[in-house]
């Protein structure tokens, strides 16, 4: 594995390889790395000849308040996730490589940013789909992995690559969980004792909802309430929000039919988790 702190020098490597023929498979990531990633690195390295991890806690992403400092970071135990993962190039810049001066351009998300995370935090998704930006120039990946834990982040990023024509296949990888079904997070850490002991709750009252919609239940509404009674009986988090729609187009919903997302976010003391189910309800008219 080779470690690279410089733009213009993992560029020429990456077109080295590319002019050898080599499918680059690309895993972006804000390190502190857990099985959620090692899944993404370890699909990418079956389907490409060549795997490039990078790893930056991208400062546009956050808002004022938020996590941006304190942020987990671990460099020497995602180096070792990396090794492991059998990468061939890790891309670690810093601010000043990726941002040395004050940034001008900025890409603006228009849609599918106004429901869920995007709403909570605007701009949010701009950052991302900047840095990623320079990151697929960077790069130049043919095949580019994302957990579908943050599925808005793989429906933004979708439309990322078809709006600005980016030759890359986008390639969404199912949410690892912990074995009593909490989603595998960086943010976990930070809950305390006792919201570890229920924070899989959240994704019980997922599966409840996705069971009721499977079974018939066609209003969004019902859905809703059937998590919100669920969390607020077995959990302290307080809801931030828990929303129905159409998936990838995250489009609100009438009836629930057809691809569907069902996502929420929960506020626990220091942690925010979100989490998600999107499953296929056949009707009559699909
Ligand atoms: O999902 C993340 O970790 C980040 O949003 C990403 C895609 C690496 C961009 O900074």
Do not use: W
């Not at 995602?78 to 351009?105: G, N, T």
């Not at 690559?161 to 969980?177: K, L």
């Amino acid at each position: 594995m080779r470690i690279l702190t410089i733009a213009k020098e993992i560029q020429q490597q990456i077109l080295e390889e590319k002019k050898n023929g080599k499918s680059i498979g690309y895993v972006p990531t804000m390190g502190f790395l857990h099985e959620g990633h090692a899944s993404l690195l370890k699909k990418a390295r079956k389907e490409n000849d060549i795997v490039v991890l990078t790893i930056f806690v991208n400062p546009l992403q956050f808002g004022p308040n938020e996590d941006f400092d304190s942020y987990p970071r671990d460099i020497e135990h995602d180096e070792k996730v990396a090794q492991s993962a059998l990468i061939d190039y890790l891309f670690y810049p810093s601010i000043e490589e990726m941002y040395p001066d004050e940034v001008s351009v900025k890409v603006t998300v228009q849609h599918r940013t106004d429901v869920l995370c995007g709403r909570k935090r605007p701009g949010h998704f701009d950052g991302v789909a900047t840095v990623l930006t320079k990151f697929f120039n960077i790069i130049n990946p043919d095949k580019v992995y994302f957990g579908m834990k943050d599925a808005q982040q793989v429906a933004v990023v979708d439309g990322l690559i078809t709006d600005f024509n980016f030759d890359i296949e986008i390639m969404p990888v199912e949410t690892v969980r912990e074995e009593d079904g909490l989603a595998k997070s960086s943010r976990n850490v930070y809950l305390l004792e006792e919201e570890r002991a229920c924070a899989h709750e959240l994704y019980k009252g997922l599966n409840l909802a996705r069971e009721a919609a499977l079974h018939g239940e066609d209003n969004p509404e019902k859905l809703v309430s059937l998590i919100s009674n669920h969390i607020m009986n077995y959990t302290n988090g307080k809801i931030d929000y828990i929303e129905v729609y159409s998936y990838p187009e995250l489009k609100p919903l009438e009836k629930v039919s057809g691809n569907v997302i069902i996502a929420l976010a929960v506020q626990f003391t220091t942690a925010r988790l979100i989490d998600n189910v999107t499953f296929l309800v056949h009707n009559d008219t699909n």
